[in-house]
């Protein structure tokens, strides 16, 4: 028996936070900014969360299978699992402390077991397709596994991996798509050649993996259908817009010239072309309809990003606005996620109609653009 949580997801997404500030800090920089837009995130080891031995053991056993993809170039190993669908019991809590100033602060905690009181597990589901997560920068996998339980307990096997650069991948540095995609096709390749790809597929990313997600569907045609929570649109601009929602006092100090700078630095560093990196290109090559969401309050991929790939993005598009959600809050939200996407999967890997979506009545004349009341 398995039995994970209480899981507080919002430390998680915030423990590699604290790099942004250390960029701010360094000496030389433009040097030091480039070298940490571009740099292996788990340069410095995993997350705080996941160096414990006992977190670690207990993710690994939520996994039905685990292998390491060669990809490249350039050359790394991406690390990667599966969860396969059963009728797994899943819990979780949002609670909402409002200040007096009007604002407030949302808190998560989530429960799961993979195994009943007696250790006995949960019967399987009946297999609707494949889910491929793909979390945030600066996290890893582990940082998805409460979606993963809630896609799988619904049938659908669940595949989850470490980007370059994070969690358990290797790679010295990281691409905002640069290579990320072509991993991810190497990475569908041998799920394919293990006999693990099961009906269609799906693809599910948050904000960095939001938008390799769209790049990869755009790339991959055995992509059915596409989800995104928070993705940019234009990883150039949202570098600097980033870093000034997170520390607005220190990223202040620099000008844009000086991001501009950094950002040409660190793609001579890591042996990319930015030109070649355009989420908005991307999703107008998409060959299914894609389903975004944004937070309202988000400041560090603020919600325009999402309104200008819904109006390139295929005809039946869909894009969904949570009123009181930041970017971090946003990455958590099963209760407002949750629904819309599944019935999205349903829809366009099974072809059951989904119910999903909440909100106001369509607004885009490509596709559907609502929010949640």
């Known amino acids: 028996m398995h039995r994970a949580g209480p899981l507080r997801l919002c430390a998680v997404?915030?423990?590699?936070?604290?790099?942004?500030?250390?960029?701010?800090?360094?000496?030389?920089?433009?040097?030091?900014?480039?070298?940490?837009?571009?740099?292996?995130?788990?340069?410095?080891?995993?997350?705080?969360?996941?160096?414990?031995?006992?977190?670690?053991?207990?993710?690994?056993?939520?996994?039905?299978?685990?292998?390491?993809?060669?990809?490249?170039?350039?050359?790394?190993?991406?690390?990667?699992?599966?969860?396969?669908?059963?009728?797994?019991?899943?819990?979780?809590?949002?609670?909402?402390?409002?200040?007096?100033?009007?604002t407030g602060t949302t808190t998560f905690n989530f429960n799961w077991n993979f195994a009943d009181k007696a250790g006995k597990p949960f019967p399987p589901v009946q297999l609707k397709g494949t889910v491929l997560l793909l979390h945030g920068i600066m996290v890893s996998k582990e940082a998805m596994l409460p979606w993963a339980v809630y896609f799988a307990r619904s049938g659908y096997r669940v595949v989850l991996v470490d980007l370059r650069g994070h969690g358990r991948s290797t790679g010295k540095w990281i691409g905002f798509g640069a290579w990320e995609s072509d991993d991810l096709v190497k990475v569908i390749d041998e799920l394919q050649g293990r006999g693990l790809l099961a009906g269609k597929l799906g693809v599910f990313g948050q904000s960095y993996g939001g938008a390799i997600a769209i790049e990869f569907a755009a790339k991959d045609r055995r992509v059915a259908a596409v989800a995104a929570v928070a993705p940019f649109d234009d990883p150039r601009a949202v570098i600097p817009e980033f870093a000034r929602g997170f520390n607005p006092k220190l990223a202040s100090k620099f000008s844009d010239q000086t991001f501009a700078a950094a950002e040409k630095e660190a793609a001579r560093m890591a042996g990319f072309r930015w030109e070649t990196l355009s989420v908005i290109d991307a999703v107008k090559r998409l060959h299914t309809p894609v389903l975004l969401f944004h937070g309202a309050l988000d400041t560090w991929v603020a919600p325009k990003r999402t309104e200008t790939l819904l109006a390139l993005a295929p005809a039946g598009s869909r894009r969904e606005v949570t009123p009181h959600d930041n970017h971090l809050t946003l990455m958590v939200r099963l209760d407002l996620v949750g629904p819309p996407a599944l019935a999205w999967f349903d829809e366009n890997l099974v072809g059951s109609p989904g119910h999903g979506g909440l909100g106001r009545t369509p607004q885009d004349n490509r596709g559907s653009d609502r929010g949640h009341e």
């Open 13 to 102: 997404l915030a423990s590699g936070l604290g790099v942004v500030s250390a960029l701010f800090l360094s000496g030389c920089v433009t040097h030091a900014l480039a070298t940490r837009i571009v740099s292996a995130p788990n340069a410095a080891g995993l997350p705080p969360m996941y160096r414990d031995p006992k977190t670690l053991a207990a993710a690994d056993r939520t996994y039905t299978a685990t292998w390491r993809t060669r990809v490249g170039p350039p050359d790394a190993e991406i690390a990667v699992g599966v969860i396969e669908p059963a009728a797994y019991e899943l819990n979780w809590e949002v609670k909402e402390v409002p200040k007096g100033d009007g």
